[in-house]
């Protein structure tokens, strides 16, 4: 059971995040835990496998998804960015999404720029049997990169999410499901402000704590 927002906000506000860190990573990795908080029992042993599953098979079926990413540009669209995934992508500063003094971090898989509307286009690709819409922790990784400082000029960010289910290697890396959204979507903005807030809540108290 994937929980909606207002459950997800509720439980924000009662457990704190596993990984206290301004990074995408930490506030994503907090909000995939929150929303799978009520996985039935008799389901969440097929579901950590399904998890494992996912992660083993993304690197491989994510470098393929890469690889052709790069096809797409001269048509209509500029390869902006695409994470080498060897540990030395770039970690981007959101000067938007503070936490104290310091920007949150994090870098995306692949960015575009629409030749002709000059929109950035940027793609985050997963591994796993979930349906993207009701994939929490998704949205929120697509929102914090349209607030990238790099790209904040653009006229919009679309955000685009591609899921594809581990269970079917066979399909040669092609998603199952895609999501998007906007960056100038205003209740999509203000859903994923609401929790970043929260986690930035938590992010804050634990720096103001006595030593």
């Known amino acids: 059971m994937i929980l909606d927002h207002h459950k997800i906000c509720e439980l924000a506000s009662r457990y704190r995040p596993a990984i206290l860190e301004p ?6 990795s907090w909000i995939f835990d929150l929303s799978h908080e009520y996985i039935p029992s ?10 494992r599953q996912g992660e ?3 690197k491989g079926l994510l470098q393929i998804a890469r ?4 096809d797409i540009s001269d048509q209509f669209a500029t390869l902006e960015y695409r994470d080498p995934l060897d540990g030395t992508g770039d970690a981007f500063a959101m000067s938007r999404l503070k936490i104290g003094n310091s920007p949150l971090r994090g870098g995306p898989d692949i960015v575009y720029k629409h030749i002709e509307s000059r929109k950035i286009i940027i793609v985050e690709n997963k591994c796993s049997t979930a349906i993207p819409r009701k994939w929490p922790n998704l949205k929120i990784q697509l929102w914090c990169y349209g607030q990238i400082d790099r790209w904040l000029d653009a006229p919009d960010v679309i955000l685009i999410g591609r899921v594809y289910n581990p269970r079917h290697r066979e399909a040669g890396g092609n998603p199952k499901d895609i999501a998007t959204w906007y960056r100038k979507d205003k209740n999509f903005d203000s859903e994923c402000w ?3 807030e929260i986690f930035r809540s938590w992010l804050l108290k634990q720096v103001k704590r006595p030593t």
Do not use: G
């Open 42 to 51: 008799s389901k969440r042993d097929m579901f950590l496998y399904e998890r």
């Open 23 to 28: 990074t995408v990573s930490a506030f994503t």
């Open 194 to 196: 609401e929790l970043f």
């Open 56 to 58: 083993e098979f993304e």
């Open 67 to 70: 690889e052709r990413a790069a």
